[in-house]
């Protein structure tokens, strides 16, 4: 079983604030990822990362940062939230290995911005 | 480009009956093919995997899925569901370093 943690697993914020999403695994791999969920639609890749100090943008443009300053720890932060940001986030992380990598997901974090 | 298609947006079907749900994948190489099931309120988890060798694959929960390379499709299959199977499942390819996810099936079971 995966050892994949996200928090918090609820948000409700107001537009304006500044928050972080925490994700953390304990399988040691090297390359971690977040996605954006909406209902009905598929997972857009938002950020991910091969290792520590490497951090890349996703196929969806996206207001937010991330730091990779652990292996185990992957963090994602609005600086500003919006009610565009209303979203299901889901962290997820992988090893490297050659022939076709498996993901393994966190819980997820439901946030809604008023 | 790389992409996944799943053909069903919701697939209702009664307890202990068959279910089918279809994937179709995009790829003029070697690809690398996936299903996860999402609970509500919870993550994906991995139902199973086809990387290569058999094209028949089996997974958890009593699920399979079928490569097929000349139809380019990777279809889930359950000979008979339980209410227990209610949820979303997402098929996925890896190719080139990237996952792409389909948009999802909602397969409700019903008593």
């Known amino acids: 079983e995966a050892d994949i943690y996200q928090t918090p697993r609820y948000l409700v914020i107001g537009t304006g604030k500044k928050i972080t999403l925490e994700c953390s695994q304990t399988m040691g791999h090297d390359k971690m990822y977040w996605y954006q969920q909406d209902p009905g639609m598929e997972l857009h890749l938002i950020h991910y990362s091969y290792g520590v100090n490497s951090t890349e943008k996703g196929d969806l443009s996206s207001e937010s940062t991330v730091s990779r300053i652990r292996t185990e720890h992957f963090p994602l932060t609005l600086e500003s939230a919006r009610p565009s940001h209303t979203s299901q986030y889901l962290c997820a992380s992988s090893p490297i290995v050659t022939g076709g990598e498996t993901q393994y997901f966190g819980p997820g974090t439901r946030l809604l911005v008023l | 480009a790389q992409s996944v298609t799943q053909l069903d947006s919701q697939v209702p079907v009664f307890e202990e009956a068959p279910v089918e749900l279809r994937c179709n994948y995009s790829?003029?190489?070697?690809?690398?093919l996936f299903w996860y099931v999402q609970y509500p309120n919870q993550g994906l988890q991995l139902l199973l995997k086809?990387?290569?060798?058999?094209?028949l694959v089996k997974g958890i929960n009593g699920f399979e899925a079928e490569f097929n390379k000349s139809q380019t499709s990777f279809h889930l299959r359950k000979p008979s569901v339980h209410i227990s199977d209610t949820a979303e499942y997402f098929c996925?390819?890896?190719?080139?370093?990237?996952?792409?996810f389909g948009s999802g099936t909602k397969l409700n079971v019903k008593p």
């Open positions: 086809y990387l290569s060798g058999s094209t």
């Open positions: 996925a390819s890896w190719n080139f370093n990237k996952f792409y």
């Open positions: 790829s003029s190489v070697s690809v690398y």
